[in-house]
């Protein structure tokens, strides 16, 4: 609000009112202003620093707490929370696990939800999808194009490059769960919608995309995770968000290892639009997202 904002702060213990030493469009500038700074590859430490000061600092106890459960509003939705900077240098990330939920409804729910039957199955993971597109040759010592992007945001006309990282990836997290028996993997021609959609898939406890990701700001309803395409069957390969919503998931983990994940449209109380929303409907307990951008070597890493 103006000018001030305002930050209802809940532990264990009781709840609080605080008031944010900041109005609503100081708050939305510098939010704005230190993300196109990072969609530009640049370090913004004063807005870091600033914003930290005016949405986290006034929090009672904060040093004290391990672990921040962020119900966001309009711009801070993007905002990532755990790379503001407190008065010691230091990121939110070295000193809080830092998660996101839509509402404080929504977080109860997800912790007293008691499932019937337990999923069985470990881990399904999807990717190394044989994309239309080699990285080219850039002429340098390197050889191929080590910058390979996981997202697009327009599909007409666009080839896709091949994201050779992915397969080491799936197969990397599959191993460390140690249940090869219940950890299936589609890989290749077997990375495709109608295969994936074909799996029992309330059964696995963790669900890991690595593949491409188109992202439509304007329209929410059409952001997809990009999978294979089965020339015999009707499906598009586009996993989109309203076929997402009508899933029948029981993960506890949902992994969306592809660009711009976790952004959305703004849809005022509602919240982020999007795919995280779309797998929470479906019956995912977490889903992991991104918010920018990467490249498939890191993602790979990370």
């Known amino acids: 609000a103006e000018p001030t904002s305002f930050c209802i702060v809940i532990n264990r213990q009781h709840a609080a009112i605080v008031a ?8 939305e500038q510098a939010t704005n202003r230190y993300l196109d700074q990072i969609q530009a590859g640049k370090r913004d430490d004063e807005d870091a620093s600033k914003l930290y000061d005016i949405l986290l600092a006034p929090v009672p106890r904060l040093p004290q707490t391990a672990r921040l459960t962020i119900v966001p509003d309009a711009a801070l939705w993007n905002l990532p929370m755990e790379t503001l900077r407190g008065t010691d240098g230091k990121y939110v990330l070295q000193s809080h696990t ?28 999807i990717g ?3 994309y239309d597109l080699e990285p080219k040759n850039t002429g340098t010592d390197h050889g191929v194009m080590r910058f390979v992007a996981r997202g697009i945001y327009d599909l007409s006309g666009t080839h896709l490059y091949a994201l050779p990282e992915t397969r080491k990836e799936l197969i990397s997290a599959s191993q460390a769960l140690g249940r090869p028996k219940q950890s299936p993997l589609l890989l290749g021609d077997k990375a495709t919608e109608t295969i994936f959609k074909s799996e029992p898939l309330s059964e696995f406890k963790i669900i890991h995309f690595a593949v491409h990701s188109v992202s439509v700001p304007d329209f929410p309803d059409r952001d997809a995770l990009i999978l294979g395409r089965d020339p015999h069957s009707n499906d598009d390969g586009l996993l989109q968000v309203r ?16 660009c711009n994940t976790g952004t959305g449209k703004l849809e005022g109380e509602e919240g982020s639009t999007g795919l995280v929303q779309a ?10 997202a991104s918010l920018w951008p990467v490249d498939d070597a890191s993602t790979e890493f990370l």
């Open 20 to 27: 944010l030493p900041a109005g609503q469009t100081q708050i």
């Open 98 to 125: 830092v998660s996101y939920v839509p509402s404080s409804t929504v977080l109860y729910d997800l912790r007293t939800l008691r499932r019937p039957v337990e999923p069985q199955m470990a881990f399904l993971g």
């Open 128 to 130: 190394d999808v044989p």
């Open 243 to 258: 076929e997402i919503a009508r899933l029948s998931l029981d993960a506890d983990l949902v992994t969306l290892s592809a």
């Open 279 to 288: 797998f929470l409907f479906a019956g995912a307990r977490t889903v992991a």
